[in-house]
């Protein structure tokens, strides 16, 4: 492989593994996809992305549940499992990750700290799983807006990665 971006890794991985990926993104608003896009030949993994910034567009392009949203908030465990659920069901993918969380320079008003974010993987039938299978984890990024931003599309990409190989 004559890349080794961190992104050119998954991508070689997820076809290796004969794996589709689809993404969902709120604060990273396109740059998962755009890594991903950047590697040659990652149109034999990249099914494409659901880039979903409001909570309406959670809701219509992905189904998320207007419940889950109002009880845990658009920055959650939970949203970010529907999310990636959501990605996995519209898009037919193997693999689905989402990115949700708080970027900056202000947060929502849910006392969430700038700098949280959610980063959910659904999957189906991996290993001895019959059906589809999904986990997030939180991070808390630090610096400004881009910072926290570029550092939320590389969390993705490595996490994509630790479950995929």
């Known amino acids: 492989m004559a890349e080794s971006s961190p992104a050119a890794v998954l991508v070689e991985t ?12 709120s604060c990273t608003a396109g740059l998962v996809a755009d ?8 149109s034999r993994v990249f099914w494409g992305s659901f880039v979903t910034y409001s909570v309406d567009a ?8 207007p419940v889950i949203i109002h009880r845990h908030g658009a920055v959650s465990r939970e949203t970010a499992l529907a999310m990636a659920e959501g990605a ?4 037919g993918a193997d693999v689905a990750v989402s990115v949700t969380g708080l970027a900056g320079p ?14 959910g993987i659904a999957r189906r039938g991996f ?3 019959v059906g589809p299978s999904a986990e997030a984890v939180c991070y808390h ?16 990409i490595a996490e994509l990665q630790k479950r995929v190989q």
């Not at 890594?35 to 990652?42: D, E, F, K, Q, T």
């Not at 959670?58 to 549940?65: E, Q, S």
């Not at 990024?141 to 993705?156: F, K, M, Q, V, W």
Request: aromatic letters at 4%; zero cysteines.
């Open 106 to 119: 202000d947060g929502d008003g849910s006392g969430q700290k700038v700098g949280t974010v959610w980063i």
């Open 14 to 25: 997820l076809a290796a593994a004969a794996l589709t990926l689809a993404v969902a993104e």
């Open 88 to 91: 996995l069901e519209k898009s």
């Open 58 to 65: 959670k809701i219509k392009l992905l189904g998320v549940d």
């Open 141 to 156: 990024y630090t610096g400004d807006r881009n910072a926290i931003r570029n550092a939320a599309a590389a969390g993705a």
């Open 35 to 42: 890594l991903i896009a950047r590697v040659p030949g990652a």
């Open 127 to 129: 290993g001895d799983a």
